[in-house]
């Protein structure tokens, strides 16, 4: 896998984690399909993979994350089974809450006691923009793109993934309410 096969649109990694299932096309492949992909996604993104073992895990918490970015589109609750996951990442990742002034304001932060392993931090994305009021997941407007990224602009105004790729002229755009 280079670089370019890579689908990173950088705004949060859970979502690159969810879209690494998805795609600009109808039937995008699966940019994760074994535990050696996985290590490369890592590795790209700077995190640790863990062993192979730890692949089967990683397969079942992008689909339940893909359900939540799926449920957060629709405007519905993010499913139970996806915060249950997200909270049993969160608890693996040993660190301590720290008092840190940003900017001449206090803010709580978790430092971590080591490097976070990629479902860790894919859980830790996650959990901050569900806990972000002015976030919002949106899927691309484009007819054929399922790519999710996440629009913190003012008035939720973004509609493309990407809009050089997703937002020019001839692309025809996904109806309202359609999802695929
Ligand atoms: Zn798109």
Known sequence: MTHSELILL?????????NSARGRTLSPPDLLPDAQAYARWSRALQLD????????LAL???????????????GLQPPAASITAINA?????????QLTRVSGTWRLRFAPLRPAGTLEAVARSA????????????????????????DDSP???????????CG?????????GQLH
Do not use: I, M
């Not at 079942?60 to 629709?74: G, I, K, V, Y």
């Not at 990442?89 to 809450?97: C, R, Y």
């Not at 020019?168 to 309202?176: C, L, T």
């Open 49 to 56: 993979a863990g062993g192979s073992a730890d692949f089967p």
């Open 60 to 74: 079942s918490f992008r689909h339940q994350l893909s359900a939540l970015a799926e449920a957060l589109h629709a």
């Open 168 to 176: 020019q002229n001839g692309r025809v755009e996904r109806r309202r």
């Open 127 to 150: 959990a901050a923009t569900l806990a972000d009021p002015q976030t919002f997941v949106r899927q691309c407007a484009a007819e054929t793109c399922s790519l999710f990224f996440s």
């Open 89 to 97: 990442q969160l608890a693996h990742a040993p660190g301590t809450h």
């Open 10 to 18: 950088g705004d949060a990694v859970w979502l690159d984690f969810v």
């Open 155 to 165: 008035n939720q105004s973004r509609r493309w993934c990407t809009p050089a790729l």
